[in-house]
């Protein structure tokens, strides 16, 4: 667990794990297991992950004293048989989730999994989002991921990095991994 002191001095970083390579949710959830490892509270709330089933929800539910994990989309919106108006819905209440949870402070790392996905459709204000992040309580990181982070998140971000694709077997015809892409 986290020392009172240590929790009361830490300063939040705002990171955003952007580009069009595989690994922003990876890393973010690497960064995850860190954290756990110094005993930090996780919240990780998933933007448009659906209920299905994925490597990382199993394991959260494996260690569950420490981490939550919370899908609140309606899966990738090629795929989701969900109008356009649910998949938004379905963001904004995602949103007032994440607003809840930051302003309880309650976690020492959240990870907002696929929100930059989310305002680069216009399901979100980006100012709005940004106001609620620099509300935060100062000693919560945060961990935004998605492709194509807003101009405005990566200017507010205290760290960014891009993950950029070299090569995919998805280019080659192979079908998404259990335990590698879900």
């Not at 020392?3 to 595989?22: A, H, Q, V, Y």
């Not at 109008?83 to 819905?89: N, R, T, V």
Request: charged content about 30%.
């Amino acid at each position: 667990m986290i020392e009172k002191s240590e929790k009361d001095s830490r300063e939040g970083l705002l990171i955003n794990i952007t580009g069009n390579g595989k690994g922003k949710t990876t890393s973010a959830l690497g960064t995850c297991m860190r954290a756990l490892g110094w005993g930090w509270q996780v919240s990780i709330i998933q933007f448009i992950k659906n209920k299905q089933e994925n490597g990382e929800k199993r394991f959260a539910a494996t260690i569950a004293e420490n981490l939550e994990m919370v899908q609140c989309g309606l899966g990738l919106t090629h795929n989701s048989r969900a109008s356009d108006a649910q998949h938004i819905e379905a963001a904004r209440n995602a949103w007032e989730k994440a607003k809840s949870h930051l302003r309880a402070g309650k976690a020492d790392l959240m990870v907002f999994d696929e929100l930059n996905i989310v305002l680069k459709l216009g399901w979100l204000d980006v100012d709005d989002v940004i106001n609620a992040l620099r509300k935060r309580p100062k000693r919560v990181h945060v961990i935004i991921t998605g492709r194509n982070a807003p101009d405005k998140l990566i200017a507010a971000s205290d760290l960014v990095s891009e993950i950029k694709e070299i090569k995919h077997p998805y280019k080659s015809g192979i079908k998404a991994r259990k335990g590698i892409e879900y």
